[in-house]
């Protein structure tokens, strides 16, 4: 390994302490007050309530490593040639709960499975690409963020076209929230690249204002969007109910229960047609020379019910 010439150490001072112990308050009070708010709902319209808490849950628990000094290491910086400290703890906070940020928005808009995968696996890229790029000591760090600058670039993509014509088609009031939440979230999370940019790019900002600017960044998009999916809760219910009650299934495998209507697309064998009946489930007769029955189920995207 390189040995480098250091001309002090950037690293975060009691400021940056406080708002790392303020943002874990925030996060682990929001996390209680989601799930509070969705054990109140049946068991089907808990799908956004779950993947909400849990990912302020997540991000609480990385800033509680972070609060605690731990998370931690010190990387030569290329720009002021300083020994910059990277917070690793933040990068595992978002491989985690960036995806459950999308997959809350693609739930919310029920596209495809194939557009939800490559979505998200473009934003799993993006952050390996960012913590990478942070503790890379040679100019070659801005190689991995023009890489993770392209990444978010189809993330956004995506969420603007794609997955929007997703909930365009489901209609209703759906597609005016997906679309707030959409553009609210898409904007938002260009803030990140600016601030990697300024700190562990170029290293022309202290150690506290990255930790400031980071925090504020992941309060607006976990604990405001957060509140903001919960805010929806009845327009989402609303809309839930109006599609089960057309026969179309309750919009996501998360919500799928033992009384979900089923679309009849193709069929999978029932050992026990009667148990299924009296569950309330459709059933179909048995096939012949007495084989088992089957019962219509919906694949092949994010509305399937099982």
């Known amino acids: 390994m390189a040995q480098h ?14 708002v790392y112990w ?4 925030l996060m682990a009070f929001s996390a209680v007050c989601f799930m509070a708010i969705t054990l ?6 808990r799908k956004h309530g779950y993947c909400t808490a849990l990912i302020v849950t997540i991000a609480s628990v990385a800033y509680y490593a972070m609060a605690s000094e731990g998370g931690a290491t010190y990387t030569y910086a290329i720009h002021g040639g300083n020994m910059r400290q990277i917070y690793w703890a933040r990068y595992v906070d978002w491989v985690f709960t960036t995806p459950l940020l999308l997959l809350d928005l693609l739930l919310l808009a029920a596209c495809p499975i194939g557009t939800a995968m490559w979505i998200i696996a473009a934003d799993v ?6 913590l990478f790029g942070g503790v890379n000591t040679h100019k070659f760090k801005w190689g991995y963020y023009a890489m993770g600058c392209f990444c978010e670039l189809i993330i956004s993509i995506g969420l603007v076209f794609n997955a929007m014509r997703s909930a365009m088609a489901r209609g209703g009031g759906i597609s005016k929230v997906y679309a707030g939440m959409a553009a609210y979230l898409t904007i938002l999370w260009w803030g990140y690249p600016i601030v990697w940019g300024l700190a562990e790019g170029a290293n022309v900002i202290s150690s506290d204002a990255e930790v400031a600017a980071y925090a504020g960044l992941d309060i607006a998009a976990k604990v405001f969007f957060g509140w903001m999916i919960m805010a929806a809760g009845p327009i989402i219910t609303a809309q839930q109910d109006r599609e089960y009650k057309e026969g179309k299934g309750y919009p996501s495998i998360l919500d799928a229960s033992i009384d979900s209507p089923l679309s009849i697309t193709q069929t999978q064998p029932i050992a026990n047609p009667a148990a299924q009946a009296t569950r309330g489930l459709p059933t179909m007769e048995p096939g012949a020379n007495g084989t088992a029955g089957s019962v219509p189920v919906e694949t092949g995207n994010l509305q399937t019910v099982v």
């Open 5 to 18: 010439p250091t001309s002090g150490y950037v690293s975060t001072t009691r400021p940056g302490w406080i």
């Open 22 to 25: 303020v943002t874990f308050g």
């Open 40 to 45: 109140t709902k049946p068991q089907r319209h």
């Open 125 to 130: 890229f993006m952050i390996i690409l960012g």
